[in-house]
């Protein structure tokens, strides 16, 4: 998982400090990532820290972590958004299924669940280029043991790019049931990617095609 303070620092880089409205976004983010924490200690350290950056006190700070933590975020994982101007990948993040970027989210922060999953939904199976690019870099590090490091991924991209990638690692959640959220999230995919297909077969005509999808697609809806 990668370091609160890490994190912390990818978000305080997308806002200007200097104004009133880049303080306020800085620290909603920032207490979306503090709320996640269960080490009081931790946060406090934090609290401080942001509060002394901001001049935005402890409580009023404190206060916007436990809105954070009362809503509901563990048990359905609706990621906080990082708010940022609109990118050049635009059209990359409108074509990548939310539900992608949820579970390769989930696998990031948890070596088990890429276990469950790396054969079942291997890199190749994202349906964008720059999703595919991260999943195989994380996929290749579980694969040879070595440590997922934010800092050495995020080298790999530049631009654009780079801030899409560090808005999936800012928007890490944690699930009060894992193993079943992966699951869904793995089901939903391929749901969204057949039917995707089905539409594709339909317009062309393909009957046999067609009849492939559709008997997969009412075989992946009983399951």
Do not use: W
């Given at each position: ?29 920032a207490s979306s990532i503090l ?16 509060s002394k950056e901001t001049d ?97 991924i995020m080298a790999k991209f ?66």
């Open positions: 998982m990668p370091s609160t303070e890490y994190l912390i620092s990818l978000v305080r880089k997308k806002y200007n400090l200097d104004t009133p409205d880049g303080k306020a976004l800085f620290v909603e983010n709320s996640k924490i269960s080490n009081e200690i931790e946060v406090d350290a934090y609290l401080k820290k942001i935005i006190s402890k409580d009023a700070i404190y206060a916007e972590i436990k809105k954070q933590r009362s809503t509901g975020k563990i048990s359905q994982g609706q990621p906080k958004r990082i708010r940022a101007s609109a990118s050049g990948l635009k059209r990359e993040a409108d074509a990548s299924s939310e539900a992608e970027k949820k579970l390769l989210g989930i696998i990031i922060g948890s070596k088990a669940s890429y276990s469950a999953v790396k054969d079942e939904f291997p890199p190749d199976e994202y349906s964008s280029g720059i999703l595919r690019r991260l999943a195989e870099i994380v996929y290749d590090c579980y694969e040879h043991g070595d440590i997922l490091e934010p800092p050495v530049s631009g654009e790019e780079a801030d899409f990638v560090s808005g999936i690692f800012c928007n890490l959640e944690v699930y009060a049931n894992e193993k079943n959220t992966v699951s869904q999230l793995v089901k939903k995919i391929k749901i969204e990617s057949l039917d995707k297909k089905i539409e594709q077969a339909e317009q062309e005509n393909d009957a046999q095609r067609l009849r492939e999808l559709l008997d997969k697609r009412l075989k992946l809806g009983r399951d």
